[in-house]
């Protein structure tokens, strides 16, 4: 497992169309150079050129179509371990490019999920025809909440419909080929799902809604005002539009915790390229012990969300109705992943302070965007408040599982596009310790004395009736199961990828600090029995310390990284 580096490109790629994608990508990118990128967010000029080069090289069309609409090409295919990877190649070179994709993936999911093998078809072509997709869900009153949606079909007599309402916050809203739309029937209430096309006349692009972020993403407003629906639009009805618009999100949020890999990894590189060229009273900037510190904490950071991210790729890759496991991954890939990215973030602007200001740096637009992806598809609240669902059968409900391997293969991840819907309750895990198995380090083995404090603590001193119905704390306690899932997936890969033991040992430092931080807030914010606050405060651990290895994994391994890669100007 290594950093993306575009200058030194290695992965390893289940067919050499797919490298081929990826280079052409990369040349793209490194062709226009920083200084083209960098203008054209500031004059917020729309990416006309990127969207130009995906249609050309049938980009979206090789990577997001399923294989059974792909017409027989192999390379055609909906494969998660090519689209993380995409994820994190786009957003390294701008999130207003990984925007363009990311809401075509959204805008595609009610599609290929619903029962209209027409549009299904009918997409197939408009994305060999260079189109990009939007997803209507969201409205300027009710946000995301689906059961409030005013959009809606009003029946004609003839078997058609007139649709009326408006969407709020949609990605690519003004460019669509098609628009995947919520709503409901007039009359029954029954929820549809249906694709509005931009270019008819009673679709109205209200407005570009202004944001901080994505400077040059158009982020729309847009109305249907008696616009005509048929049969032949019709995605879903009903319980399969309800689940379709969960299940599309389900895959959406899982390519934000790419994304923010990609924009840490870049200003990695220049972070560190600035400080080790920097001489401050008669020493470089990386001389100094505390930068080294920051310099190492946020590779191993870094690291880390790359070893779960692609993890949770895998076990999304063997999901099925037997195997759910994916559920609870995702949300922690889209709540502790982009989070890290904020952490890896902060630690790397404390090196580089004011440089990072400077608008002919990427460092400047990393600052702005990375911390929209903890934002989207799901704050860290309604994420959290999904993954708490896991707790008991995680900790105390054990089953067994094939072992599933590196899921690197080339295969159309179909099962996405029917996974099963609700029953959370019902989703088991294998016994969490059996990643730890033959593994004997310190820093691991205070982690799960953390661990087990923690499961002590549910079954000796479980939250109240009152605290259980304490959002807030639920929440907050949250936090601490969400770190043993993150160590969980974070060891299991580190074995598959064989991640040297120096390093390892600074990922589960930061780990111990993260859970000890956590457990201190549990007893300085809430109110605890005097046993949770025994147990909270026996969770305060410090790490192993090993000076040594410390300064093996910032001479071997960061500081390494100097110069390695540079974007083309």
Request: with cysteine.
């Amino acid at each position: 497992m290594q950093l993306l580096n575009p200058k030194k490109y290695q992965r390893e790629h289940a067919d050499e169309a797919s490298r081929q994608l990826v280079e052409k990508t990369i040349a793209f990118f490194e062709n226009k150079g920083l200084r083209r990128i960098k203008e054209d967010d500031q004059s917020m000029v729309w990416y006309e050129d990127f969207l130009q080069f995906i249609k050309e090289e049938g980009v979206f069309a090789t990577l997001l179509t399923p294989a059974a609409y792909g017409e027989g090409d192999p390379a055609r295919r909906w494969d998660m371990w090519r689209i993380s990877e995409f994820n994190e190649i786009l957003a390294f070179y701008g999130l207003c490019y990984w925007y363009a994709w990311q809401v075509t993936i959204l805008g595609l999911g009610p599609i290929w999920m619903g029962s209209n093998e027409e549009a299904k078809r009918r997409t197939a072509r408009l994305l060999t025809e260079g189109g990009v997709f939007a997803f209507g869900l969201s409205e300027k009153t009710h946000g995301a909440d689906l059961y409030s949606t005013e959009m809606t079909l009003t029946p004609q007599g003839d078997g058609s419909w007139l649709a009326n309402g408006s969407k709020y916050y949609i990605g690519n809203g003004n460019c669509a080929a098609l628009v995947a739309t919520f709503g409901r029937m007039a009359g029954t209430g029954e929820y549809v799902f249906f694709v509005a096309d931009p270019k008819k006349a009673q679709y109205e692009c209200v407005k570009k809604i202004d944001t901080s972020g994505v400077r040059q993403a158009y982020v729309a407003e847009y109305a249907l005002r008696d616009y005509p629906v048929s049969e032949a639009d019709i995605l879903s009805r009903g319980d399969l539009a309800w689940n379709s618009s969960l299940n599309t999100i389900n895959i959406g949020k899982f390519e934000l915790g790419c994304a923010s890999i990609g924009i840490c990894t870049h200003a990695f590189y220049e972070a560190l390229n600035h400080a080790a060229g920097r001489n401050l009273y008669g020493r470089f900037v990386t001389d100094f012990p505390h930068v080294r510190r920051l310099f190492t904490e946020a590779y191993a950071r870094l690291c880390a969300m790359k070893l779960f991210a692609m993890r949770a790729a895998d076990y999304l890759r063997a999901a099925s109705d037997d195997d759910r496991r994916y559920l609870l991954f995702n949300p922690v890939v889209k709540m502790k992943v982009t989070g890290q990215g904020e952490k890896v973030i902060a630690l790397l602007h404390e090196v580089i302070a004011a440089k990072g200001y400077e608008q002919d740096t990427y460092f400047e637009m990393a600052l702005r965007d990375i911390g929209m992806l903890p934002k989207l598809e799901g704050t860290e609240h309604v994420n959290m408040a999904l993954i708490i669902k896991f707790v008991k059968n995680y900790f105390f409900n054990p089953q067994d599982y094939p072992e599933v391997p590196r899921r690197s293969e080339a295969g159309d991840d179909s099962y996405l596009f029917r996974q099963q819907t609700g029953g959370l309750a019902r989703v088991r895990f294998p016994d969490y310790r059996l990643a730890y198995a033959g593994v004997d380090s310190p820093n691991i083995a205070i982690f799960r004395e953390q661990i087990e404090l923690l499961r002590r603590l549910l079954i000796e001193a479980p939250p109240s009736q009152e605290q259980a119905g304490n959002i807030d704390y639920m929440l907050a306690a949250g936090q601490l199961f969400t770190l043993v899932v993150y160590g969980q997936l974070i060891l299991e890969n580190a074995k598959i990828y064989a991640i040297d033991n120096d390093l390892r040992e600074e990922v589960f430092a930061f780990l111990i600090r993260d859970f000890s931080s956590f457990a201190l807030q549990m007893n300085l914010n809430y109110e605890n029995s005097a046993a949770q606050e025994t147990f909270y405060s026996s969770m305060i651990r410090k790490p192993a310390t090993n000076s040594q290895a410390a300064e093996r994994v910032w001479t071997s391994q960061v500081y390494a990284l100097r110069d390695q890669y540079v974007m083309n100007i």
